[in-house]
């Protein structure tokens, strides 16, 4: 195994869950338009990791769902692995 592969494996997954789950939707034609236009709306990725005690790593991943000259939705889940 060359060194770039030793430093990939030194992490393993103990366990994950879903740290915070939000969802925006301030009338029920938004929700209409949403599910009508799915297609439209844009999708964003924020990965961001915190270091814990022992060496532990919490790597939280936040999906946003958004369109910006539509019904202002939002949809939000932020999973932790550790």
């Known amino acids: 195994m060359d060194e770039k592969n030793k430093e990939n494996s030194k992490y393993q ?3 994950n869950y879903i740290k915070d789950l939000s969802f925006e939707i301030p009338s ?3 929700f209409i ?5 799915l297609d439209k709306y844009e999708t964003k990725v924020d990965i961001s990791n915190k270091p814990l005690k022992n060496g532990m790593l919490e790597l939280n991943c936040k999906l946003i ?3 910006q000259k539509r019904c202002k939705i939002r949809f939000m889940l932020k999973h932790v692995l550790l």
């Open 13 to 15: 997954i103990i366990a």
């Open 28 to 30: 029920p034609d938004c």
């Open 33 to 37: 338009d949403a599910a009508q236009n």
């Open 65 to 67: 769902l958004k369109h």
